[in-house]
Structure formats: structure tokens, C-alpha cells
């Protein structure tokens, strides 16, 4: 007699998503009552005080469109390349030598592009994002079989273009006359949610553009990627020149030294970029591996939107929290430790499918919190001219890090997955012990003086 076993695939429920989608939505609709209620009525905030207000709304929206956009093709390749990898045959071994090149192009040449983006301009380094784009997506239409090193050394530089030049364009046009200031925050929390939006929206494009026939839809992506990223071309040689006074580099290398290296707290603030930096590398990296170990089934496709959509919801308590009287360094103090608490479970002891899937979106909820968070502290305590280098070289040491365990666990073997989660745990309880070191240490200077947060040529 045949014995039949029924396999169970593991997906969320639909309500899930129906509890994402209104719970963002909730904390968006009532958020203006509660601002006029308990926000502050000052005259300053009156659009009559700004002749010249509708300039910043007019970029904002201009520039979340192309961030949305760029949002697009960074996920695009992010959700489409693993499934490329798989359709041409790629092993283990050449997909851990792939990820090695992207890292170390990220280390020893996108760390310097941050301090480049200062030098020539925002905008500048936001088009060769595209142009980059367009290079990968021509390569691999035209190449019958790419080369995917190629292709993931100009991701991979795209991606850390991505990291900072995007913020710091829309910091740098905040400042200029004309353009207000209140809405700096609200810019931030935006690029967070509207990110996370597309990534989702990338993995309908890539789902819709592959179909169900492999071998005619396998290249499709690629050709949606290119007509993006020159529509992204076409849109930044179109509006806002961006042109800005450009330092020469014996000035910004002054500067550098001056406001950069030589402030402890803006060190303490790239060792907590760094460290959230390393443990979202590490989570993409295994958070697949960690959902099936034990050989079960689960529709990744269905839980990579849940993981998005908690982002989503976290970005939307950044205004209630900036708006109350709560410390930034004391909000990412609990974020941080509750992100550590998280992984320390995941790492310590295996879990049900549905608890890890729980942790995980807690996880990004957390994330949708932190970003935002932390781009305004950089405004707090890092001058505008120098944001693109000091945001590149704090991600220095966590793609070092990376490096160096993806060595280790690919190739020698010596260390397990549940390993490298506890020392993303580790590096994120670092990184509340910088905001609460940060936190001692603007005291310190608001006792002495007011420090100095910009400068002016």
C-alpha cells in the first residue's frame, strides 16, 4: 500500500496584510489631528512667512518621485538576481565569490564615493546611480550569458551611491533659500516609506516581466530596468540643476578633519550606522536560510512584502515621536536594543515559521523607526557640506565585517549562520550604547555652548 504525504507550505494570512495597510494608514489619517492639538502654534509656520514655500513642497514631490524610482531599480536586481543566479545554473560557491566582489567594491570603492559626491556635487552622483543602472540593464540584454561579476561590481556601486547621495541632495536643497525647513523630517520619514513601497512594487514588476515562460521572460526584467533608469536620466537633465558653491579638496580635507574626525560624537554616531548597517546585511543574507532550515516550505514571495510593509508601518511613527517630547538618541536607544532582543532570540533557539516571520517584522518595524531617526541626527551634528563622506566611511568597517564573515561561513566553514546573527545582536546592542553615550555627550556640549552643526564658506 502507497503511503501519501501531504506537504504544508507556510504562507501569512491575508489578514496580516490587511492589519499593515490600516494600521499605517490609521496612524497617517490621525496624525494631523494630533499635531494641531498638541503641537506648538508659532507664526514662523504660517505660509505667509514663507513667500517662497511652495518651492519645497514643489522638490519634495519631484524628489520622492525619483526616489520612488531609483527605489524601484535597486529592488528590482535585488528581488530578479537570485532568481537569475538559479536559472544559469550559478553555485553556492560562485554566488558567496559574487557577493565577496559586490562587498569589497563597496569597501574599497564606494566608501570613497561619499567624499567624491561632496566634492562634485549631489545630483551629479545621483545620475551615475542611473547611468549604472542603464550599464547593467544594456549588459545583460545584449550578453546572451552576462557575466554576473560585472554586473554586481556596478550594482553594488550603485547601491552605495544609493546609500547617500539621495539624502544628502534633498538635505543640501532644504537649505537653500526659499525652501522650508519644517518639512526636512517629514522628507525623511517619507523616503523610508515610499522605499519600501517600491521594493514591494519591484517584485510585482519582476513577477509580472518574467511571467509564467522562463525562457522568454528571463530577460524581460532587464529591459524594464533599462527603460527605468533612463527614464531617471531624462528626469534629473530636465528640472533642478542643483548647482552648489564646490569646495576644493585641501578645503574639504580640512573640513573634514575639523568637524568630522575631530567631533566624538559624530564617531559615535558612524559606529551606530555602521552596526545597523551590518545586521540588515546579515539579515538579506539569512533570512531565507533561517525560515527553511528544517526543511520546511514557506512562500518567501508572500513574506518579502509582510517584512516591507512592517518598514512601512514603522516609518509612520517617526512624526508622532518627533513630534512628542521624547530625545532622538532615546528613541533609537529602545529601537536598537529591541532590534538586538530579536536577533538574540532568532539566534539562540530555532523557531516556529510563523514566530520567526512575527521577529522579522518586528525587526524591520523597527527599521522603519531607525532610518529616519538617524538622518535626522546626522542633521543635527554633521555639516551638509560633508554628509556624503561621513555617511560612505561609517559604512566602511560593516562591509569589512561582512567580508570577513561571508569568508569565513562560504569558503573555511567555521562559522554557523546562528553565529552570524549573534554578532549582528551584538553589534546593534553596541549601537544603543553609542546613542546613549551620544545622548551624555550633547549634554555636555549644551552646558558648555551650542554646538556647531553647519558651516558657512
Known sequence: MGIVIETFIWEPSSSVFIFIFFSSFLLLSLFPFYLSKHAPTTKSSSLSDHPFSSSSPRFQLYFLLLYSLASVLDGLWLVYGEFELVYYGINKEDTVTFMLIGFGAALFVGSLLGLVSDLIGRKKT??????????????????????????????????????????????????????????????????????????????????????????????????????LAILGIACMSRHYDGTTKIMTFKDYRMSFSVYILGDRRIWLLACAQACLHFSIAVFWILWAPTLVADGREAFLGLIYPCLLGARMLGSTVFPWLINASLRTEDCLTCAFVVQA??????????????????????????????????????????????????????????????????????????????????????????????????????????MKEEPISTFKD
Open 126 to 227: 545621483c545620475l551615475v546611480f542611473f547611468i549604472l543602472h542603464l550599464i547593467v540593464g544594456i549588459w545583460k540584454m545584449v550578453a546572451p550569458s552576462p557575466s554576473f561579476w560585472v554586473a554586481n561590481l556596478c550594482l553594488s556601486l550603485a547601491t552605495s551611491i544609493f546609500s547617500f547621495s539621495f539624502e544628502t541632495w534633498a538635505v543640501v536643497e532644504h537649505d537653500k533659500p526659499g525652501h522650508r525647513q519644517d518639512i526636512l523630517n517629514e522628507t525623511f520619514w517619507l523616503m523610508t516609506f515610499f522605499e519600501s513601497a517600491s521594493l514591494i512594487g519591484s517584485q510585482v514588476i519582476g513577477n509580472w516581466m518574467v511571467g509564467g515562460n522562463l525562457e522568454k521572460g528571463i530577460g524581460s526584467p532587464s529591459i524594464a530596468a533599462t527603460l
Open 341 to 446: 532582543l530579536l536577533l538574540s532570540i532568532i539566534a539562540y533557539d530555532y523557531e516556529e515559521i510563523g514566530v520567526l516571520v512575527t521577529q522579522f517584522s518586528l525587526y524591520h518595524a523597527c527599521i522603519g523607526l531607525i532610518l529616519p531617526l538617524l538622518a535626522r541626527l546626522r542633521t543635527m551634528y554633521v555639516p551638509n557640506e560633508l554628509r556624503g563622506g561621513m555617511i560612505s566611511l561609517s559604512l566602511a568597517p560593516a562591509n569589512a565585517a561582512i567580508l570577513f564573515i561571508l569568508m569565513q561561513r562560504g569558503y573555511y566553514r567555521t562559522i554557523e549562520n546562528s553565529t552570524m546573527i549573534a554578532f549582528a545582536a551584538v553589534g546593534l546592542f553596541m549601537a544603543a550604547g553609542c546613542m546613549y553615550v551620544l545622548k551624555r555627550e550633547a549634554f555636555k556640549e549644551d
